[in-house]
């Protein structure tokens, strides 16, 4: 009796062994030809504006590379909440993807009272893919026309000067405050619906400065209806190589918005390593740069593990601010 029942246990051991195998041999040849069909790029936002001109020639592009087609879907709801929540419990196999940005990786986490994701712990970073640069601008009758004399007239005016956003919480709103704790002044806070009507109350007086995304910004100052003083990022742009870094005077300031592509938690490694070098690769593409440059959108194209640190640097940047100002989003 005791025979049969080691020869049995010995037979299922075997079994449950040639399955593993079985199995993971399967896994391997499916990482292996990855991708044997469509891909879903989700943008957690709706249709329109930069996102979706980046969304789409990065789905085109990493499409003809990898040679199967790349889906772009808009899932908008809770500030991009909505759209990454469903990334995140998608199935680990490369086949459902995130257009995340700095709001559902850097600010949101922070911001919001009941997160339905852990933006570190539900995804994998695959590749930043973008910057777009805010730009620094202030009525024409504001009497300032550089940084320093701005910081110098507002510790001056402290609390009397008005600043714009789309918005309280929005990445505008936080790149302002950011700029007020990092010059130590003051300004009282208008939140608008939307950069839009916030824009035209810049020009018409209402409100003397705001940030806002270049490409909205910038033709407003080149037709002398604001006047730009700086951009966000940490270097000059070729669109308006004339405006310094606000870095220049408040060293280590950055508030501009970003996007990058990412995989549910525990997809293989060959699957996220084989779309970084694709991204990496597109970013780099003649045809990406002009699109998108017409959009002032700053190709990136970096490493999962660049990209992480920089996700890091940004949760923690955010989250000063958003402790700041005790916001809260439900």
Known sequence: ???????????????????????????????????????????????????????????????????????????????????????????????????????????????????????????????????????????????????????DYLKKNQGKVFYATPGAGTSIHLASELFKMMSATDMTHVPYKGSGPAMVDVIGGQVQLMFDNSVTALPQAHAGRVRALAVSTPMRLKSAPELPPIADYLPGFAASAWHGVFAPADTPAPIVDKLSTALRAVMKDPVVIEVLAKSDIVPVGNTPAEFSAFIDAETERWAVVVKKLNLKAD
């Open 1 to 151: 009796m005791r025979a049969l029942i080691s020869s049995a246990l010995i037979l299922m051991a075997s079994f449950a062994a040639s399955h593993a195998a079985a199995q993971e041999n399967a896994t391997a040849a499916a990482v292996a030809k990855y991708p044997s069909g469509p891909v879903t790029l989700v943008v957690p936002f709706a249709s329109g504006g930069p996102t979706d001109v980046l969304a789409r020639i990065v789905a085109q592009k990493l499409g003809e590379r990898l040679g199967k087609p790349f889906v772009v879907v808009n899932k908008p709801g809770a500030g991009g909440n909505t759209g990454s929540a469903g990334v995140a419990t998608a199935p680990p196999d490369g086949y459902t993807l995130l257009l995340g940005t700095v709001a559902t990786h850097g600010i949101n986490p922070s911001l919001y009272k009941n997160m339905p994701y852990d933006h570190r712990k539900d995804f994998v970073a695959i590749s930043q893919v973008s910057l777009v640069p805010n730009v620094l601008v202030v009525n024409n009758d504001l009497p300032v026309k550089s940084v320093p004399e701005l910081i």
